[in-house]
């Protein structure tokens, strides 16, 4: 299937379904060159500095977390309906002891602007490159959600803002 370049703002309202569904990946990859998914749940989309923008959440503790620092670029792919156990599988597992894309069926392929790819079997792509990260401060965060989300946790998440560079459909 080929994909074609659309504008991000067009498939928003499809991009919130597919998180409400819990059918959205992450998609990593650092300077040895093996890409890893990841199931995210949250995110959000706007305008900041004049820029559209996607942001992620993504805890130090992750297999993907070093990905986005060495390479500066993230990809959110968003598979299509009835594929939530491709997400349940890649959210439960890590990239550390397995091959989630051979695992799952799932191809990397070459983005249209950033140099990490892209999942083929995805019916939205979204490219960025980081323009902004930032970790969670404990003390900056309302104490019912750091309890709700984090316990005594201290592996809090680091917020990556990546501008987007490109949106593909297909």
Not at 13 to 39: C, F, H, I, W
Not at 100 to 123: D, Y
């Amino acid at each position: 299937m080929t994909k074609k370049v659309v504008d991000f703002w067009a498939c928003q309202d499809e991009v919130t379904k597919a998180y409400q569904d819990k059918r959205v990946l992450l998609l990593g990859q650092g300077k040895s060159g093996k890409p890893n998914v990841m199931t995210i749940g949250w995110g959000s989309w706007g305008i900041i500095w004049k820029r559209p923008v996607f942001t992620v959440l993504v805890r130090p503790s992750r297999y993907t977390y070093p990905m986005l620092e060495e390479t500066g670029e993230f990809s959110v792919n968003v598979l299509p309906p009835g594929k939530e156990e491709i997400a349940k599988f890649c959210g439960s597992n890590s990239g550390r002891s397995v091959d989630k894309f051979a695992a799952q069926g799932l191809t990397p392929i070459s983005g249209r602007v950033i140099s990490i790819p892209i999942v083929q079997e995805c019916i939205i792509n979204v490219e960025c490159r980081i323009i902004y990260k930032s970790d969670l401060l404990p003390q900056a965060l309302n104490g019912p959600i750091r309890a709700e989300i984090y316990g005594e946790s201290q592996d809090l998440h680091r917020i990556f803002i990546g501008e987007i560079v490109s949106c593909l459909r297909g």
